[in-house]
Nanobody
């Protein structure tokens, strides 16, 4: 069983920074951040595979950084140069290595004002 708990969301002005955290438990093979803006589909922001390979959505390349602390079972998303269009609920998602199903956290709200 995989469990995920996000934190770190908040309200910032455009150009500001936030760092999201996702504490996970269980055996995960790939872990990712997704965002869902009001009225829009959930979309992939960034992901990290078990071997450390990372990928980013085009909208966040050069501004967001995904990282992981294996000792703390924590995934991070560093968000710099925030834009109003980054406003969304950010979810942590993980693929369990045993079940190969996707597990989701409860989400954390990020609001960027102009």
């Amino acid at each position: 069983q995989v469990q995920l708990v996000e934190s770190g969301g908040g309200s910032v002005q455009a150009g500001g920074s936030l760092k999201l955290s996702c504490i996970y438990s269980g055996y995960v093979c790939e872990i990712s951040w997704y965002s869902q803006a009001p009225g829009k589909e959930r979309e992939l922001v960034s992901s990290m595979s078990r071997n450390g390979t990372t990928s980013y959505g085009d909208a966040v390349k050069g501004r967001f950084t995904i990282s992981q602390d294996n000792a703390k079972n924590t995934l991070y998303l560093g968000m710099n140069g925030l834009k109003t269009e980054d406003t969304a609920v950010y979810f942590c998602a993980a693929i369990g290595c045993m079940s190969w199903r996707t597990y989701w956290g409860q989400g954390t709200q990020v609001t960027v004002s102009s």
